[in-house]
T-cell receptor
Framework: EADIYQTPRYLVIGTGKKITLECSQTMGHDKMYWYQQDPGMELHLIHYSYGVNSTEKGDLSSESTVSRIRTEHFPLTLESARPSHTSQYLC??????????FGSGTRLTVV | AQSVTQLDSQVPVFEEAPVELRCNYSSSVSVYLFWYVQYPNQGLQLLLKYLSGSTLVESINGFEAEFNKSQTSFHLRKPSVHISDTAEYFCAVSDPNNDMRFGAGTRLTVKP
C-alpha cells in the first residue's frame, strides 16, 4: 500500500505546454525530494524540501520549479515543456536519515 | 559528505546461480546503508537496510547484505536467483543529518 502518491503515472504532452507533476504523502514526513531518471540510469536530484516554505535546487540543473505550501504536498512544475524534459520523475520523502519512501514515478514524454 | 560506488553497472547471471552486487561507500561519520530495487516503470522499493546492530541484514525474498566497516562495503548477495529478480538495484548511504546518496545502479539480468 503506497504512502506516497504521484500523478499522473504517464503523461504525453506537446512542446511549450505547462505541466505540473503531483506528489503527496500521508506519513507526515518533513523532507521531500524530486529525482529525474532516464530509463535504466542513475538518479539525479533536482529539488528538495525540508519543510513547509522550504525548497532548494538539487545537484542537477533543472528548468522546473517546486513549491511546499503543505507538508504533505510537493508539486513540480514545468512552465514550458521541451523534448529534453522527457524522462521519469520520482518523488520521495523521509522523516529522518533512515531511508526514503518513493512514489511510483511519472513517466513524461514531450513531443 | 558521503558517496557510494557500485562497482558493476551490469551483472548477467543464469537462473538458480548465486549473485553478488558490489557496493562501496565513503563517509567520515557513522552511516546507514540501504539497497533499493527498481522494476521497469516503477519507483524504488526498499530491499534491506543496515542502521545498527547485526552487520548481516536480510530481505524477505532471500537477499542479504553485510556491512563491512573495515572495507567500507555493503555488498548484496543471493545464493540462488530467479527470473523475477531481474531489475535495477541501487545502493545508498545516509546519516541522521544528511540526505541520502545513491549509487549509479547495477542492472541484474537473470537468464533462463
Amino acid at each position: 500500500e503506497a504512502d506516497i502518491y504521484q500523478t499522473p503515472r504517464y503523461l504525453v504532452i506537446g512542446t511549450g505546454k505547462k505541466i505540473t507533476l503531483e506528489c503527496s504523502q500521508t506519513m507526515g514526513h518533513d523532507k521531500m525530494y524530486w529525482y529525474q531518471q532516464d530509463p535504466g540510469m542513475e538518479l539525479h536530484l533536482i529539488h528538495y524540501s525540508y519543510g513547509v516554505n522550504s525548497t532548494e535546487k538539487g545537484d542537477l540543473s533543472s528548468e522546473s520549479t517546486v513549491s511546499r505550501i503543505r507538508t504533505e504536498h510537493f508539486p513540480l512544475t514545468l512552465e514550458s515543456a521541451r523534448p529534453s524534459h522527457t524522462s521519469q520523475y520520482l518523488c520521495a520523502s523521509t522523516r529522518t536519515g533512515r531511508g526514503y519512501t518513493f512514489g511510483s514515478g511519472t513517466r513524461l514524454t514531450v513531443v | 559528505a558521503q558517496s557510494v560506488t557500485q562497482l558493476d553497472s551490469q551483472v548477467p547471471v543464469f537462473e538458480e546461480a548465486p549473485v553478488e552486487l558490489r557496493c562501496n561507500y565513503s563517509s567520515s561519520v557513522s552511516v546507514y546503508l540501504f539497497w533499493y530495487v527498481q522494476y521497469p516503470n516503477q519507483g524504488l522499493q526498499l530491499l534491506l537496510k543496515y542502521l545498527s546492530g547485526s552487520t548481516l541484514v536480510e530481505s524477505i525474498n532471500g537477499f542479504e547484505a553485510e556491512f563491512n566497516k573495515s572495507q567500507t562495503s555493503f555488498h548484496l548477495r543471493k545464493p540462488s536467483v530467479h527470473i523475477s529478480d531481474t531489475a535495477e538495484y541501487f545502493c545508498a548511504v545516509s546519516d541522521p543529518n544528511n540526505d541520502m546518496r545513491f549509487g549509479a545502479g547495477t542492472r541484474l539480468t537473470v537468464k533462463p
